[in-house]
Structure formats: structure tokens, C-alpha cells
């Protein structure tokens, strides 16, 4: 898609990944961004400095990505002050859950933010989109729901569904006009993940430590350079880490012999914890 005047909405995007897709969006002509994010602080202040480099183009309002009354609400502004709603990252993401003792409200919150929030805003913009025969879903789902996510079983359930969503509405509207990508990245220097290493619980820590020591620590911005190349492209996967195709590949071609190099690294990392 040529994103050249075209209207996005960014969930996140008071920082980290969110805030660069949006940055680079304007940078490269979008019409207009709507950021929104449940930080109202963070959101405000990252609002403030897009707004200065793009005036007219930059909207940000506080909500949850997750509720089907502040998704409405969301668009609504989008469409009555923008014009329209062209582009959807559904980026918002929670990573908590340490091990298999991980409180039911922290699995609650995972499958809401990192799932639900995507299924009920495709639920808001589908219809609409299948009238003009044309929008673009946006999903970040992670490394982790492709591969799995050490020490974090509510990361690793609900990326895998992130992913899962992504394609499925991809494989139902894709005839239709309506194009879906999906972004997987490993480590990427966010508060997300650099909070990790400094929890108090060993088996957060060690999950971050996994990702960091997976492989290269990309930058945000370096993340939504890739997302703009694929808007080019239209291409469904997005991998800014090119290791994890091949370790995709190395879970397809022999799933029980990646599941005994994966033991091997969770031992590794975690210490034995
Ligand atoms: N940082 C990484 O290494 C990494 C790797 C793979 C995938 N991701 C994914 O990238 C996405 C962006 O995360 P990030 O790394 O930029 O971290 P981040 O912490 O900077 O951004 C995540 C944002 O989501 C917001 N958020 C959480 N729950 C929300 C809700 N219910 N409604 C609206 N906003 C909500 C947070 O306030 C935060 O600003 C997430 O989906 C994350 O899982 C990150």
C-alpha cells in the first residue's frame, strides 16, 4: 500500500514500537496518525513531540486497545478528524506471566491485550473496509509467537494467537481487498523488554535475558523501517530479526529435535530455575 496521505491508527504508541511506526508513518507522508495508548502520560508527551515535527497530522488520545467502547470511540475520532481510518496497528502489548504459577488474571490480561483487543478492532473495521475494498491490518505479534517464549506462558499462548489471528483474517479477506502483515521481531530496546531484566522474579529475568541473548538488540526505529518496507510490499510476514526464519524453518523440518535445543537453552538461561 502507498501510504502517501493515508490515515493510520497506532495502538502503543506512546512509545517503544508504536511510537516509531507512527514517527516513521508521518515521515513518509501518512495523512494523519492517531496514537492511542492506556499510558496517558507517555502518550501525551510522545503526542506533543509528533505533533511539533507534523502539525495537523498527529492526534493522540488515551484508551484501551482492548475495549470494543474505546475502539468505537477511537475510530470515530479518527474518521471525524482525519478523514478516514486507512491503517490499523494492533501493537499494544503486555508481556507478563512467569511460569506455569502465573495468576489467572495475568493470562486475562495477556489474551485481552495481545489477542482480543486485535479481534474485537478487526470486529470494528472489517465491514467497512469490505465496502470500499480496501484497509490494511496491521498486527505486532513477536518472535515468540512463532517460536515460543521462555519462562512466559501467557506470552507464548497469546503471540501464538496474535499470529494465528493475523492469518486467519488474511486467508478470509485477502480476495477482498484487505491486506494483513504481521510483524514478529526478537529483542527490541523497549521498555517491554528492558523492564524484564530488572524484575525482581528470576523467571522474568531469565525470560528477558533469553530474548536478548537470542540474537541482535534492535533499535525501535530500525523495527518500523522494516514495517514501512512491507507496507511496500504488502508482505504478510515481517521479520526484522532474519534468524527466526531459520529457526522457524528448523521447528518445521523436525519439531522434536527444536523442542530439545529449546530444553537446552531454557536450561542455559535459566540457570536450572
Ligand atoms: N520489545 C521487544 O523486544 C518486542 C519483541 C517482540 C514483540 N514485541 C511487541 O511489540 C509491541 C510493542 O511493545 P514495545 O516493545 O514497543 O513495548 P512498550 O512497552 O514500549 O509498548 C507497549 C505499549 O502498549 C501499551 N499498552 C499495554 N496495554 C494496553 C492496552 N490495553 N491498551 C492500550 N495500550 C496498552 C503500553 O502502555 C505501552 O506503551 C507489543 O505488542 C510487544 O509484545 C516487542
Not at 509528533?50 to 470515530?76: F, I, K, N, W
Amino acid at each position: 500500500m502507498d501510504i502517501t496521505d493515508k490515515v493510520a491508527v497506532v495502538t502503543g504508541a506512546a512509545g517503544g514500537i508504536g511510537a516509531a511506526i507512527a514517527q516513521r508513518l508521518l515521515e513518509h507522508g501518512a495523512g494523519g496518525v492517531l496514537l492511542t495508548d492506556l499510558d496517558a502520560a507517555r502518550l501525551d508527551a510522545t503526542g506533543k513531540q509528533l505533533a511539533e515535527a507534523h502539525p495537523g497530522r498527529v492526534l493522540a488520545r488515551a484508551a484501551d486497545a482492548a475495549s470494543t467502547a474505546d475502539l468505537t470511540a477511537l475510530l470515530a475520532d479518527a474518521e471525524a478528524e482525519l478523514g478516514a481510518v486507512d491503517l490499523y496497528f494492533a501493537n499494544a502489548g503486555v508481556a507478563n506471566g512467569a511460569g506455569l504459577d502465573a495468576p489467572e488474571a495475568e493470562w486475562a490480561t495477556a489474551l485481552e491485550v495481545n489477542v482480543m483487543a486485535h479481534v474485537r478492532a478487526a470486529k470494528l473495521l472489517v465491514p467497512g473496509w469490505l465496502e470500499r475494498g480496501a484497509g490494511y491490518f496491521f498486527s505486532t505479534a513477536s518472535a515468540a509467537g512463532l517460536l515460543t517464549q521462555i519462562g512466559s506462558p501467557t506470552y507464548s499462548v497469546s503471540k501464538h494467537g496474535a499470529v494465528a489471528f493475523a492469518e486467519w483474517l488474511a486467508v478470509t479477506y485477502g480476495s477482498r481487498g484487505i491486506r494483513v502483515s504481521c510483524l514478529c521481531p526478537q529483542a527490541v530496546e523497549t521498555e517491554l523488554l528492558m523492564a524484564g531484566t530488572r524484575s525482581d522474579d528470576p523467571v522474568q529475568r531469565a525470560s528477558a535475558r533469553a530474548v536478548l541473548d537470542a540474537g541482535d538488540l534492535l533499535q525501535p526505529l530500525d523495527v518500523a523501517d522494516r514495517v514501512v518496507e512491507a507496507l511496500g510490499t504488502e508482505r504478510f510476514l515481517v521479520l526484522p530479526h532474519p534468524q527466526v526464519l531459520e529457526f522457524y524453518r528448523r521447528k518445521g523440518a523436525d519439531y522434536d529435535r527444536w523442542i530439545r535445543g529449546m530444553q537446552r537453552y531454557q536450561d542455559a538461561v535459566s540457570g536450572g530455575a
